[in-house]
């Protein structure tokens, strides 16, 4: 079965970290630009990064940019996102999608994505 996986989420305090990971399980990675999303109760999806096939072509959405970080490590087929400084604006759930579209923006609509995962919460609370 071709599918992505999220791992990593959980509940932090402000200022806390987190990981999350994106496994592609049944296909490749290397060859999808992959994008994370988050949903937070009550309002719409948000595109939070992207990255490219290749590692150095990333987007990041305002509010997190300088925050968070995506990465791609292709011997694991696996995507990550570094949250650092997390907010409790951020508690939302987190979901990665893989797309072949790899010219122009990043895809905003869910149906320019091939692959999309389950999610991952994460909270940020004190």
């Known amino acids: 079965q071709l599918q992505v996986v999220e791992s990593g989420g959980g509940e932090v305090q402000p200022g806390g970290t987190l990981r999350l990971s994106c496994t592609g399980s049944?296909?490749?990675?290397?060859?999808?630009?992959i994008g994370w999303f988050r949903q937070a109760p009550g309002k719409e999806r948000e595109g939070v990064a992207c990255?490219?096939?290749?590692?150095?072509?990333?987007n990041y959405t305002d509010s997190v940019k300088g925050r968070f970080t995506v990465s791609r490590d292709n011997a694991k087929n696996t995507i990550y996102l570094q949250m650092n400084r997390l907010k409790p604006e951020d508690t939302a759930v987190y979901s990665c999608?893989?797309?072949?579209?790899?010219?122009?923006?990043?895809?905003?609509?869910?149906?320019?994505?091939?692959?999309w995962g389950q999610g991952t919460q994460v909270t940020v609370s004190s």
């Open positions: 999608a893989a797309t072949r579209s790899l010219h122009g923006d990043c895809p905003s609509a869910r149906d320019r994505w091939n692959y």
């Open positions: 049944g296909f490749s990675l290397a060859f999808y630009r």
């Open positions: 990255i490219n096939i290749s590692e150095d072509m990333t």
